[in-house]
């Protein structure tokens, strides 16, 4: 049997009110709020999130085989942005890394290829949706990523939803572009394209329905997805699926994350779906895909570690509109009075890949020590060369002094600089992220995620911060 193996939703910890936005540009209020990447955040950034949460399981990344990232909004063009994960996730060398990237219509493809790979699979959608200050995107927008692992019985891992059938209708359709360097979307009035959209989804809707031998009745939970407001609307009233079938698009909670917005869902359907329930995803872009996915008697002790609703619940209190402004480089901000970070550097950087991208330790085979950079040579018995390799980024820690560095340089002034001391031993000092000043504080829990430290001269530097342990899941679900 075929299906889906594994999952994780990564939603950003700041939100952005609706209310704030009106009341700063003197627009209608909007009502509920909009998940917003870090400023140490970025699509790849958030795919290694997701993913190391859907591969969270003992022995599941051994069992890759490709990797395709998809978003809409990548960190790099003419270079691979998956490659980035796929170091971050320590894969196999011999896994093929890929991205799908330029349209939101990507992240229905990177599903559909890896529901047909005969290979285990890892997809990863990924978006952050920046529009022009009080328009549509900025304000309905949202930010976000999830990944799905496909595969088999055979591959060694319980099937957790068994893929039933699936259907793409294409159709080129003008209704929403970008030109390459542009900062934000155009699109025709949405009238133009929702009687089309409503067609296409009904044809692969049913097509997909005729291949599983079921009727509309039989969804158990229908997920309408698309940057389509109106289409994705009417596709939920007029499926002809019950009424109780159809899931809520989370979008007052965290709004729109495009590519990323049908896994988002999908993730949050698999958090509380049960055995045997049919789950039919329906996306919409430049046509509309149809996956139909039943529900097995694994996914109860399968679940994601970090529920979709947790993260929703868990985010922050809302951040002042200028500073989203400053974080998406709408609004200058005044720099410290410090030199320009310099940028990472292509011969180092690849040398140290492993502790870079993998935030992989060592520890000495002779005394036990565990030395955060590794090294050569033990700081306690001396001895050279005697090392093994540990991977450090689910193991948590507690903080043992910091610094609030108010001249450092930074998007997000103070730079909260803490030193860990790790559970099983070691101390590092890195940045805290997702945090104010009232969370560095000595004896706090935290756990490491992977993040973009500076871009300089046009080059990311992804590393690993700390941030606080607060999404509601034990400690364990991480280890």
Same mark, same amino acid.
């Given at each position: 049997?075929?299906?889906?193996?594994?999952?994780?939703?990564?939603?950003?910890?700041?939100?952005?009110?609706?209310?704030?936005v009106a009341?700063?540009?003197?627009?209608a209020p909007?009502?509920?709020?909009?998940?917003?990447?870090?400023?140490?955040?970025?699509?790849t950034?958030?795919?290694?999130?997701?993913?190391r949460?859907?591969?969270a399981r003992?022995?599941?990344r051994?069992?890759i085989?490709?990797?395709f990232?998809?978003?809409?909004a990548p960190?790099?063009?003419?270079?691979?942005?998956?490659?980035?994960?796929h170091?971050? #996730?320590r894969?196999?060398?011999?896994?093929? +890394?890929a &991205?799908? /990237?330029g349209?939101? *219509?990507?992240?229905?493809?990177? !599903? $559909?290829?890896?529901?047909?790979?005969?290979?285990?699979?890892?997809?990863?959608?990924?978006?952050?949706?920046?529009?022009?200050?009080?328009?549509?995107?900025?304000?309905l927008?949202?930010d976000?990523?999830?990944?799905?692992?496909?595969?088999?019985?055979?591959?060694?891992?319980?099937v957790i939803?068994?893929?039933?059938?699936h259907?793409?209708?294409?159709?080129?359709?003008?209704?929403?572009?970008?030109?390459?360097?542009?900062?934000?979307?155009?699109?025709?009035?949405e009238r133009f394209?929702?009687e089309?959209?409503?067609? #296409?989804?009904d044809?692969?809707?049913?097509? +997909?329905? &005729?291949? /599983?031998g079921?009727? *509309?009745?039989?969804?158990?939970? !229908? $997920?309408?997805?698309?940057?389509?407001?109106?289409?994705?609307?009417?596709?939920r009233?007029?499926?002809?699926?019950?009424?109780?079938?159809v899931?809520?698009?989370?979008?007052?909670?965290i709004?729109?994350?495009?590519t990323?917005?049908?896994?988002?869902?999908?993730?949050?359907?698999?958090?509380?779906?049960?055995?045997?329930?049919?789950?039919?995803l329906?996306v919409?872009g430049?046509?509309?895909?149809?996956?139909?996915?039943?529900?097995?008697d694994?996914?109860p002790a399968?679940?994601s570690?970090?529920p979709v609703?947790?993260?929703?619940?868990?985010?922050?209190?809302?951040?002042?509109?200028?500073?989203?402004?400053?974080?998406?480089?709408?609004?200058d901000?005044?720099p410290?009075?410090?030199?320009?970070?310099e940028?990472?550097?292509?011969?180092?950087?690849h040398?140290?890949?492993?502790?870079k991208y993998?935030?992989?330790?060592?520890?000495?085979e002779?005394?036990?020590?565990?030395?955060?950079p590794?090294d050569?040579?033990?700081t306690?018995?001396?001895?050279?060369?005697?090392?093994?390799?540990?991977p450090?980024e689910?193991v948590?820690?507690?903080v043992?002094?910091?610094?609030?560095?108010?001249?450092?340089?930074?998007?997000?002034?103070?730079?909260?600089?803490?030193?860990?001391?790790y559970?099983?031993?070691g101390?590092?000092?890195?940045q805290?992220t997702?945090?104010?000043e009232?969370?560095?504080?000595?004896?706090?829990?935290?756990?490491?995620?992977?993040?973009?430290?500076?871009?300089?001269?046009?080059?990311h530097?992804y590393?690993?911060?700390?941030?606080?342990?607060?999404?509601?899941?034990?400690?364990?679900?991480?280890?």
């Amino acid at each position: 049997m075929a299906g889906l193996i594994a999952y994780g939703a990564h939603v950003p910890y700041h939100r952005l009110a609706r209310a704030d936005v009106a009341a700063a540009l003197g627009s209608a209020p909007g009502r509920g709020t909009r998940a917003v990447a870090g400023y140490d955040e970025d699509t790849t950034s958030m795919a290694v999130e997701a993913a190391r949460t859907a591969l969270a399981r003992d022995g599941l990344r051994a069992r890759i085989g490709q990797l395709f990232l998809a978003t809409a909004a990548p960190a790099y063009l003419d270079k691979t942005n998956a490659t980035a994960v796929h170091a971050a #996730l320590r894969l196999d060398e011999h896994v093929l +890394a890929a &991205d799908m /990237a330029g349209s939101v *219509r990507s992240g229905l493809g990177a !599903l $559909v290829t890896a529901a047909r790979s005969p290979i285990p699979t890892l997809a990863v959608l990924s978006d952050l949706r920046t529009g022009l200050p009080g328009g549509g995107e900025e304000v309905l927008g949202g930010d976000g990523a999830a990944a799905f692992v496909f595969g088999g019985h055979r591959n060694g891992a319980p099937v957790i939803a068994e893929l039933l059938a699936h259907d793409t209708v294409s159709d080129e359709l003008l209704d929403r572009w970008r030109l390459p360097g542009a900062p934000a979307s155009r699109v025709w009035e949405e009238r133009f394209a929702e009687e089309i959209y409503v067609s #296409l989804a009904d044809k692969a809707l049913t097509a +997909a329905l &005729d291949q /599983a031998g079921l009727d *509309r009745g039989a969804v158990d939970h !229908l $997920v309408v997805s698309g940057l389509h407001a109106r289409a994705c609307a009417t596709v939920r009233r007029s499926a002809g699926t019950r009424p109780e079938a159809v899931v809520p698009d989370l979008t007052d909670a965290i709004g729109n994350a495009g590519t990323a917005q049908p896994g988002l869902l999908l993730a949050d359907v698999l958090d509380r779906a049960a055995p045997g329930e049919v789950i039919a995803l329906v996306v919409l872009g430049d046509g509309a895909g149809v996956l139909l996915l039943r529900a097995t008697d694994a996914l109860p002790a399968h679940r994601s570690g970090r529920p979709v609703a947790a993260q929703i619940a868990a985010g922050s209190a809302p951040m002042p509109y200028a500073t989203y402004l400053s974080w998406r480089g709408l609004l200058d901000r005044e720099p410290p009075r410090r030199p320009d970070p310099e940028p990472p550097y292509a011969p180092p950087a690849h040398r140290r890949t492993a502790w870079k991208y993998g935030f992989v330790a060592a520890r000495c085979e002779k005394c036990g020590t565990r030395h955060l950079p590794p090294d050569r040579v033990c700081t306690s018995c001396h001895s050279v060369d005697a090392m093994a390799d540990e991977p450090m980024e689910h193991v948590h820690g507690t903080v043992a002094t910091f610094t609030v560095d108010r001249l450092a340089h930074t998007p997000s002034p103070p730079m909260l600089v803490v030193v860990v001391d790790y559970d099983g031993g070691g101390r590092f000092r890195c940045q805290l992220t997702d945090a104010t000043e009232a969370d560095a504080v000595i004896g706090a829990r935290v756990e490491m995620t992977f993040r973009r430290t500076v871009t300089a001269s046009g080059i990311h530097n992804y590393f690993w911060k700390a941030r606080p342990v607060r999404t509601g899941e034990t400690e364990e679900t991480q280890g």
